[in-house]
T-cell receptor, first 114, second 119 residues
Framework: DVKVTQSSRYLVKRTGEKVFLECVQDMDHENMFWYRQDPGLGLRLIYFSYDVKMKEKGDIPEGYSVSREKKERFSLILESASTNQTSMYLC?????????????FGAGTRLSVL | AQKITQTQPGMFVQEKEAVTLDCTYDTSDPSYGLFWYKQPSSGEMIFLIYQGSYDQQNATEGRYSLNFQKARKSANLVISASQLGDSAMYFCAMREAPLSNFGNEKLTFGTGTRLTIIP
């Protein structure tokens, strides 16, 4: 089974702090993704990566950056957390070269910025 | 314009009844894929079923089937014989075929339908 692990289920941070959200997948997937989920808005793509050290902006990249130094790990960074970044963050991975190319998700990190 | 529209914010269904969750989509690409995910209260998104735009038959996976009506641009999820464990949020998503190779992994999600199964 595909396993996507997010380092924290719940996180509380203060405004202005630098925040790291970590995601690890164990299936040698090429692609990794970070989404943000807010009530009534569904999931929105923040960034994705199709290879080590490669990244592409999603629909809402402002205020975020990412890092992919190793194939299995994809980090989301909030350089200076703000209250409007309080949300559920979901990481996903997908194989890359496949017809369906299903995205598999982690359990999510619920971040509160106070 | 919304690319994925789920018009039912919430649904209540009696246990053992069949359920249809609506999803309409908007795309001009001839090649695309449609996905349904389930999100229980634990938070993890669980893949349920996939339909490709060129697939001739409607997709089925156990109790899940996808009622794909291409001309109407709809991809409704049907759950047969609902169970209490089916209570969750359900999301419809679409992947379009872009011009470049590196964008074709992006999924666009709808806002979801919260399904509650009543004993």
């Amino acid at each position: 089974d595909v396993k996507v692990t997010q380092s924290s289920r719940y996180l509380v941070k203060r405004t202005g702090e630098k925040v790291f959200l970590e995601c690890v997948q164990d299936m040698d997937h090429e692609n990794m993704f970070w989404y943000r989920q807010d009530p009534g808005l569904g999931l929105r793509l923040i960034y994705f990566s199709y290879d080590v050290k490669m990244k592409e902006k999603g629909d809402i990249p402002e205020g975020y950056s990412v890092s992919r130094e190793k194939k299995e790990r994809f980090s989301l960074i909030l350089e200076s957390a703000s209250t409007n970044q309080t949300s559920m963050y979901l990481c996903a991975s997908s194989p890359g070269l496949a017809v369906k190319n299903i995205q598999y998700f982690g359990a999510g990190t619920r971040l509160s910025v106070l | 314009a919304q690319k994925i529209t789920q018009t039912q914010p919430g649904m209540f269904v009696q246990e053992k009844e069949a359920v249809t969750l609506d999803c309409t989509y908007d795309t001009s690409d001839p090649s695309y894929g449609l996905f349904w995910y389930k999100q229980p209260s634990s938070g993890e998104m669980i893949f349920l079923i996939y339909q490709g735009s060129y697939d001739q038959q409607n997709a089925t996976e156990g109790r899940y089937s996808l009622n794909f009506q291409k001309a109407r641009k709809s991809a409704n999820l049907v759950i047969s014989a609902s169970q209490l464990g089916d209570s969750a949020m359900y999301f419809c998503a679409m992947r379009e075929a872009p011009l470049s190779n590196f964008g074709n992994e992006k999924l666009t999600f709808g806002t979801g339908t919260r399904l509650t199964i009543i004993p």
